[in-house]
């Protein structure tokens, strides 16, 4: 293949079946029109008449002259002329041109060429000049390409390739490249192609050049005898020499394709260090950290970063340019350095945050974990004011505490301050001054804890300890509470069984009756807050119960909030604690009615869900069982995503400080699961909250007894058809034990009224000589728990020890769990809690003395 030289580009251009040129004249256009406006003034000068005959043979004369005319334009012996393509300078342009040039038309032959395409393809003359596909037919090198180009050329497309010509006779070979577009956007010339072939030979060993330097650059960087990484702004590893991979025990192939992160090759807190660096929009910087760099095995190697950081227009930056130089060596053969790598391992490895500051404020010095903390404040440390992290109420005890170290003050108090943030969290500053020497930079170091998590614990405690007392004085405040009720109900009693209905003064004693039993209510309810009452399951319809809550319930949730009870059809029974399900329901519905302050509606729905609609369900940890299903839904604020799977937890409040336990929720939790049942809760920010509680079915046992079911009244009697009144009267020695006076006696009326005989106790000991002095008389013992000198389990003890059969009756306000703990195993009693109506003492006591 010829090689093109300057004799070949300083040849003339060809143009092959060029058409000749047409060029035309102003001079000629201005005499043909004096020639006629010359006739026209010889013809006015004769006669109409005279005139007429030579006016006709002119007009019959140019009209033949524009008809051959016509006839020869549409023959295309006549064309006009196109000044464009007459213009010397864009003829020139191709003519001269440095790449080749060459037209096609479309049956392949070359209409036209420049200088520089004879010399690139070889041609001599204007008769050796070849189109392209003729001129590399053969070379398989080019084949491909050629036909390409073809292709495109027929298609009336632009296309373009690059190919390498082969040199002969060991001659270096050339790259070329070969384009390919239509002449024009019309029809006709769309069917011409241009072809344009250029030597890029030059441009191609001037890029291998750059390739091989580039390369030979990796390699030297690569094997340096220290390390060097590339980090992006997202914490990514870009780039790791193959020294420093080596260091780490890291593989090349894993590194740059999102394998490795700053974090996984940094020990401890020190990539804050990295990521703390703030400079202005198009500043460089370079800073120097001694930290420590994890292997993949875990162990670390102490090295000095040389860091250096490009910051965009944005002041976003760009990839770092890190130098690593091991300092492991150092460390064996150098005490003094070995001393500083230690120094510096504890200045940045300690989980302690640690700050050297001016009188101002400002950081001088930071070590990783006080950058790692700044970073979770939104804070960049580096040269500002460590006054920022320090919320506003708590910033003057800290500038206080900064200006006693600048004087050279000892001993400060540690400042205990709120940091600034959308959450709340506490730290503690130690203070202490620096040497008289360096208070010119630096006025104070300054070591900060976070405490966030401990005040929470302590938080927590305290909570829970004013739990603890709040339940407690609940429970003795119940306690002696029922026993005034126990009085006020029984002497009631007495006045309703004197007073006819007809009566003027019947209503008024109704009224301290229902007032009695309001009150009752009120005390069992503390002695539930306190976890102090009996509780004992008994079945239970979720329908009548609920009904019985509706009053409670509305006067909890106000008036702006709207109460909607659905009833399923045909629930079936659930055996649960009568309190606990009421405490659970009461508990749903405040929190309910804290969630929606502008009113809104509650909707309490309850229904049978069977084995099928169960599994259906698939909630997480329910097995597929008949349950009924109680849902609480409310239209408040919702609870956000991120906090949903807490709301059980103890302690967890979204409540201002004060305004709420953070127990409400976890005790729904545990009461549903102590009864075997499960709560899940349904909630999107915004739209409402909807806990949905499953109560497995009860399955009663074929020869079980009627149990009555419980309702909400204190002392209310079941509520049933017609029925023959029962018979509470009875026969019997009863010796009954109780400290309070007015009670006692009240008591014992009661139990003769009904036909028993009563021996009368105020403590233990009187009640142990009574049972001495009536031995084998005494059939049944009614006993407080809680009293002076003796209490009821150390009697009950003291009488079995006399009498094993003897049957006991204990009556207190605490729950009989509270002394159940302390009695010998297998001990059979009864057990009444107050307060109780007469009514309700006389059904235990007959009940108990009646043979089984």
Known sequence: MATATDNDLSR??????????????????????????????????????????????????????????????AAGIVRFANRSADDPIIGHIADHAFDGLAVSDPRGHVVYSNAAYLALTGAASAQDVRPVERIFIGNPDVSEAVF????????????????????????????????????????????????????????????????????????????????????NSGGDLVYVNATLANWLDHDLAEIGSGGLKLTDIVSGDGASLLTSIVAGPGEVK????????????????PVRLYHKLAFGADGTPGPSRTLVISRAREERSDSQRAAEVRFMRFFDHTPMAIATVDRSGAVVRANARFAKLAQSLNFDSAGKSIFRIVNSRDRGLLIAAINRAAEGQGDIAPVEAMLEGATERWGQFFVTAVEEGERETEAAI????????????????????????????????????????????????????AHKPTDPSFQDIMQIKQNATRAATLVRQLLAFSRRQTLRPQVLDLGDALSDLTMLLRRLIGEKVKLDLVHGRDLWPVKVDVSQFEQVIVNLAVNARDAMPDGGKLTVRTANLTVEESTRLAYKGMPAADYVRIAISDTGTGIPADIVDKIFEPF?????????????????????????????????????????????????????????????????EPAAGPKPRADLTGQGTILLVEDEEGLRSLNARGLRSRGYSVIEASNGIEAMEALEEKEGAVDLVVSDVVMPEMDGPTLLKAMRGRNPDLKIIFVSGYAEDAFEKSLPENQQFAFLPKPFTLSQLVAAVKETMTPQ
Not at 286 to 301: A, N, P, S, Y
């Open 446 to 497: 300054i070591y900060m804890l976070e405490t966030t998590e401990r005040r929470a614990l302590e938080n927590q405690i305290n909570q829970s300890q004013k739990m603890d007392m709040v339940g407690q004085l609940a429970g003795g405040i119940a306690h002696d509470f029922n026993n005034v009720l126990s009085a006020i109900m029984m002497a009631n009693d007495f006045l309703l069984n």
């Open 286 to 301: 370079t800073e120097v950290f001694d930290i420590d760099l994890r292997m993949r095995g875990g162990k670390t190697m």
């Open 652 to 716: 967890f409040s979204t409540k201002e400080v004060g305004k709420g336990t953070g127990l409400g929720l976890s005790t729904v939790y545990g009461i549903v699961k102590q009864t075997g049942g499960f709560v899940y809760v349904n909630s999107e920010e915004g739209n409402g909250t909807t806990f949905d509680i499953f109560l497995p079915r009860h399955h009663p046992e074929p020869d079980a007894q009627h149990e009555v079911h419980a309702t909400n009244g204190a002392g209310r």
């Open 148 to 231: 390409r180009l073809l292709k495109a050329a027929r298609e009336g497309k632009r296309q373009q390739e690059e190919v390498r010509i082969a040199g002969h006779d060991g001659a270096h070979g050339r790259w070329l490249r070969m384009r390919v577009r239509p002449l024009g956007a019309g029809k006709r010339n769309a069917k011409y192609s241009v072809w344009s072939i250029a030597d890029i030979t030059r441009d191609r060993e001037l890029q291998e050049d750059v390739f091989k330097e580039l390369q030979h650059a990796i390699e030297y960087l690569d094997h340096a005898p220290c390390g060097f990484f590339s980090v």
């Open 12 to 73: 003339e251009p060809i143009a092959v079946h060029e058409p000749p040129r047409r060029s035309g004249s102003i001079v000629l256009v201005l005499l043909v029109a004096v020639c006629l406006v010359a006739v026209a003034i010889a013809l006015m000068t004769l006669g109409r008449t005279q005139a007429q005959p030579y006016i006709l043979g002119i007009l019959a004369l140019l009209a033949m002259v524009g008809l051959f005319n016509l006839f020869a334009f």
